[in-house]
């Protein structure tokens, strides 16, 4: 066994009472084994940590680690050309080379700032890459191949047959759930309701119960995004996936900045985990997610 000592720190303990606290640190191996004073203890490792913060590691709750290399490469736009006129194109151009590195600088950005646990959507293709880089990085991991078998324009550079995505999508989950001793965790990930068909959508929620696993998508993020659903379904984003049964605890529905005082009210009700993104929302001027209305309800 190797034990690891960080000593003499300020300790955000995150317990239930919050306690912040001076003292120490045992880890065994991957293990916490004793807050508090730690003196005598058997240490193969000591970092002394007087004068600094002791934290958790960060979560971040909605990250796309196919997308980091293209930086600088999709400004300016909002959210529907910004998908069509560079991201789907982008994403399509990934081989599996470089969707790993891209994960895999990804990681590395994120553990270097403190984050230790994500949730993310990975592109169509190639989304072994990502897993394995997620395996590489030490990070913990939740998330799941991007599913897209309908939308028009560049959509089509990535849409894909209906049974070959839910097909792949379980071959991925029997692989890699709770690969690394349970360090890696599946999603299913339909990209939005925009790009999924009904039936897609459907079989999705059916398999997300029978593999009791959560599903991780977008909605409500952009005026125009809620406009065309509501000329395609005839109803609001919330209002539809709650229709197929999709609207439940399972369910990580990432922005929801759009959402009338009836959605937010199926939310609630259902136990829906809302993701808040507001550095992406801003960069694309979606506006702000209604974060206080929401904890009202």
């Not at 194109?89 to 950005?109: K, M, Q, R, T, V």
């Not at 605890?249 to 507001?278: G, M, S, T, Y």
Request: net charge negative.
């Amino acid at each position: 066994m190797i034990f690891m000592l960080i000593k003499n720190g300020t300790i955000v303990t995150m317990n239930p009472a919050r306690e912040i606290i001076k003292g120490d640190i045992l880890i065994e191996e991957d293990r916490i084994i004793r807050v508090g004073d730690c003196s005598g203890a058997r240490s193969d490792t000591v970092i002394n940590a007087a004068g600094k913060l002791v934290i958790p590691g960060l979560i971040q709750s909605h990250v796309h680690l196919c997308q980091v290399l293209f930086r600088g490469m999709a400004d300016d736009m909002e959210l529907l050309d910004w998908l069509n006129k560079r991201i789907w194109p982008l994403e399509n151009a990934h081989d599996e080379g470089s969707l790993y590195y891209s994960s895999l600088l990804g990681c590395a950005e994120l553990l270097r700032g403190g984050t230790t646990s994500i949730i993310d959507m990975a592109t169509v293709k190639h989304t072994g890459a990502v897993f394995q880089a997620a395996a590489d990085s030490g990070i913990r991991y939740l998330g799941g191949k991007c599913m897209m078998d309908a939308g028009s324009e560049n959509a089509a550079l990535l849409r894909e047959d209906t049974t070959a995505s839910l097909t792949e999508s379980v071959d991925l989950l029997q692989k890699w759930n709770h690969a690394c001793d349970g360090r890696l965790r599946y999603a299913f990930c339909p990209r939005f309701v925009p790009s999924c068909s009904e039936q897609l959508l459907a079989e999705v929620k059916d398999l997300s119960g029978k593999y009791r696993v959560p599903v991780h998508t977008h909605a409500s993020e952009n005026k125009a995004e809620i406009q065309l659903v509501e000329r395609q379904k005839g109803v609001r984003n919330i209002v539809y996936l709650n229709r197929l049964g999709l609207c439940n605890e399972n369910l990580i529905l990432a922005h929801c900045v759009h959402v009338d005082r009836q959605e937010q009210q199926i939310l609630a009700q259902n136990q829906v985990n809302v993701v808040h993104c507001p550095s992406a929302n801003l960069k694309l001027a979606s506006g702000i997610a209604p974060v206080p209305d929401l904890l009202e309800q």
